[in-house]
């Protein structure tokens, strides 16, 4: 069961979740799921040095001027619905 990821699980309603776990087979590792409310999952494998960034970067979007704020490098800008960085199934 070790390569399963443990953790923790927030619902949000009846439909929405999210999900923050380890796997003690990948020490420094998290995984993260969200469900929408129409039932799409996503699923993200991100190393804690990203969870970190991802910390700063959110302070800097909560305290920081709006006019430093950048755009995402890519010429497309549409975002997709979801996207599913593995096929494993989460147990919740």
Do not use: C
């Not at 999900?19 to 129409?38: H, M, Q």
């Not at 999952?41 to 910390?55: C, F, G, H, P, Y």
């Not at 497309?76 to 919740?92: A, L």
Request: proline share 4%.
């Amino acid at each position: 069961m070790a390569d399963i990821p443990l953790g923790f699980l927030e619902r949000l309603d009846d439909n929405r979740l999210v999900f923050v776990g380890r796997n003690d087979d990948e020490p420094g590792t998290l995984y993260l799921a969200f469900r929408s409310r129409d039932g799409v999952d996503t699923r993200l494998k991100v190393s804690e040095e990203a969870v970190l960034a991802m910390q700063r970067l959110y302070l800097s979007l909560t305290t920081r001027d709006a006019s430093e704020r950048l755009p995402y490098p890519e010429t497309s800008t549409t975002w997709k619905h979801h996207w599913v960085v593995s096929d494993r199934d989460f147990e919740g």
